[in-house]
C-alpha cells in the first residue's frame, strides 16, 4: 500500500510545484495581481484566488488561467483549474489588500474583541480605524459623541471584512 501511495504523492507534489511556478511566472508580467489563495486537491483540482492592488477584471482570470492551463499537458496530468478572484464579501486576508480599502467600513476581529470603522490608514505592520461612538457626558445628564480611533497591528487580526452598506 505504501508504494502505492508514494507515486500519486509525487504526481501531486510535481503538479504543485509546476502550477507555483508557472503562476509565479504569469504575475511577474502583472504586477498589479496577486493570490490570496492556492490549493491543489488530492484530485488534482487547482484551486486559485486573486486580488489586486485596484480591481480584479474577468479577463484577468481568464489570463492567469490560460497561462497555467496552456502549459500543462492533459495527457500526463489529469487536472481541473478554478480562477476566481476575491468578491465584495471575501475576508482580507493579506496585508496587501488593504489599502485599496482606506476610506470604507470594515469589521475587524482580534482575541476578544471586534471593531467596527472606517479605514483610515494602513501601514505596513498595523492599521488604524476610526468610528463615532455615543459617550456620556461628564457633566451633566445626556451624551455627546466622539470620534474614536484604534491601532490594531496586522498580525493580531485574526479576521477582517469590508462591510457592504446600501
Known sequence: MRGL?????????????????????????????????FSVGADHHIHITLDGDTLVSVQDCIDISRAIEHNLDREEEDFSLQVSSCGATSPLVKFRQYPKHIGRKLEVKTAGEEYKGKLIEAQEDEITLEWNERVPK?????????????????????????LITF
Open 138 to 162: 461628564e457633566i451633566g445628564k445626556g451624551k455627546r459623541t466622539v470620534t474614536q480611533q484604534k491601532k490594531i497591528e496586522f498580525e493580531h487580526i485574526e479576521k477582517a471584512k469590508v
Open 5 to 37: 501511495r508514494s507515486p500519486l504523492l509525487l504526481n501531486y507534489m510535481l503538479l504543485k510545484q509546476k502550477v507555483d511556478d508557472l503562476l509565479e511566472k504569469a504575475l511577474t508580467e502583472r504586477s498589479d495581481l496577486f493570490v490570496v489563495d
